[in-house]
């Protein structure tokens, strides 16, 4: 993921939010948004099964 990137955006929005143009806004975010979603999913899921690893290697500890 291009973090870097995604925080840049998010201070320019925010900073310059009167000056952003929708358009382009809506083309990043259709074009953008769904694949951030998914890695998003992807290391949630992936730090709930570690978690959830952990305790039950606690309980059997």
């Known amino acids: 993921?291009?973090?870097p990137q995604i925080r840049g955006f998010r201070n320019v929005?925010?900073?310059?939010?009167f000056g952003v143009d929708a358009d382009i806004v809506r083309g990043l975010v259709e074009a953008h948004l769904?694949?951030?979603?998914?890695a998003l999913r992807?290391?949630?899921t992936a730090e709930l099964i570690s978690l959830r690893l952990a305790a039950v290697k606690m309980r059997h500890d």
Do not use: R, Y
């Open 13 to 17: 929005f925010v900073h310059q939010c």
């Open 1 to 3: 993921m291009a973090w």
């Open 34 to 38: 769904p694949p951030l979603a998914e």
């Open 42 to 44: 992807g290391n949630v």
